[in-house]
């Protein structure tokens, strides 16, 4: 099972800064890697796919790079809306797996 | 507008069995693969079980492989996650996911998700 280790686990910062988040697989992923948003209460939504192709309607501010081991999401300048927990996930290997997540909170 | 509605959570003692269904509507159901992701209360996201766009390929988590059953029903629009011999740590949301497909292709991550629905799992 591909492993995939998220930090930092908890990122704050305040609105208009940028945010990095990194997501680390145990393994090479290629470029199957996603990552996600989610809200209290509500179901994750899809922001990146396959490492750097943004998902319908969201916005460019949202970008992902990387390919092998390591991939980082970059939130350029952040909206209130951005505070929220992120998670990534492979699709390289069966099965498959999620990251731990990293909380982006208002400083 | 792509719609997954999730039902049949609930509370259920442990050893018992529950019945999940999803009710998918604003697209081709039978042309995509479709995905059970559960979240423990406070915890990550965890991939439980997929079906092909044909019941013949299914997958499921270690966690729960010999215990669920997933299965379709195409005609009706209809996903559904058989659970059995139910635990304590299957307590969770059980959310049902789209597959993202296009051109005949279906990939591995989910672009749109149900609200979910609450199953916990105690005596």
């Known amino acids: 099972e591909i492993v995939l280790t998220q930090s930092p686990a908890t990122l704050s910062l305040s609105p208009g800064e940028r945010a990095t988040l990194s997501c680390r697989a145990s393994?090479?992923?290629?470029?199957?890697l996603a990552w996600y948003k989610q809200k209290p209460g509500q179901a994750p939504r899809l922001l990146i796919y396959d490492a750097s192709n943004r998902a319908t309607g969201v916005p460019a501010r949202f970008s992902g790079s990387g390919s092998g081991t390591d991939f980082t999401l970059t939130i350029s300048s952040l909206e209130p809306e951005d505070f929220a927990v992120y998670y990534c996930?492979?699709?390289?290997?069966?099965?498959?797996?999620f990251g731990g997540g990293t909380k982006v909170e208002i400083k | 507008e792509v719609q997954l509605v999730e039902s049949g959570g609930g509370l259920v003692h442990p050893g018992g069995s529950l019945r999940l269904s999803c009710a998918a509507s604003g697209f081709t159901f039978s042309t995509h693969t479709m995905y059970w992701v559960r979240q423990a209360p406070g915890r990550g996201l965890e991939y439980v079980s997929a079906?092909?766009?044909?019941?013949?390929?299914?997958y499921y988590a270690n966690s729960v492989k010999g215990r669920f059953t997933i299965s379709r029903d195409n005609s009706k629009n209809t996903l559904s996650l058989e659970m059995g011999s139910l635990r304590p740590e299957d307590t969770a949301v059980y959310y049902c996911a789209r597959g993202d497909c296009s051109s005949s292709t279906c990939y591995a991550h989910f672009d749109y998700w149900g609200q979910g629905t609450l199953v916990t799992v105690s005596s």
């Open positions: 393994q090479s992923v290629s470029s199957y």
């Open positions: 079906i092909g766009t044909n019941e013949g390929s299914t």
């Open positions: 996930q492979q699709r390289s290997n069966w099965p498959l797996t």
